[in-house]
């Protein structure tokens, strides 16, 4: 079992940045897929980055160059947002899962662990 805590939402203007933290509850380091989801009320969840056990990352094409994953240390996630849009609007949601789960990382059946969530509002 592992916990999942968001922090860092917040609301910016548009072109603004915002970085997003998911501490875990122990070591997450090169043992969880992880992922940052989001979610627009009456939406489906949606995948926006990813870094797989190994490292590598993966965006949704309405975020790259614009947003990056990374893992500062063995317990957080953080997704660092710049020129943020309107559009990027949502509550956003840090993940984990015990495989590995390849092109099938945006499937947000697939995973096992969930934070809260962090709201993100960008107006315009």
């Known amino acids: 079992q592992v916990q999942l805590v968001e922090s860092g939402g917040g609301s910016v203007q548009t072109g603004g940045s915002l970085r997003l933290y998911c501490v875990a509850s122990?070591?997450?380091?090169?043992?969880?897929?992880l992922a940052w989801f989001r979610q627009v009320q009456g939406k489906e969840r949606e995948g926006v980055a990813t870094?797989?056990?190994?490292?590598?990352t993966s965006y949704a094409d309405s975020v790259k160059g614009r947003f990056t994953i990374s893992q500062d240390n063995a317990n957080t996630l953080t997704l660092s947002m710049n020129s943020l849009k309107p559009e990027d609007t949502a509550m956003y949601y840090c993940?984990?899962?015990?495989?590995?789960?390849?092109?099938?990382?945006?499937?947000?059946?697939?995973?096992?662990?969930w934070g809260q969530g962090t709201q993100v509002t960008v107006s315009s």
């Open positions: 993940a984990a899962a015990r495989f590995p789960l390849g092109g099938y990382w945006s499937s947000a059946l697939r995973y096992d662990y």
């Open positions: 870094i797989g056990i190994d490292g590598t």
């Open positions: 122990r070591s997450i380091y090169n043992q969880y897929c």
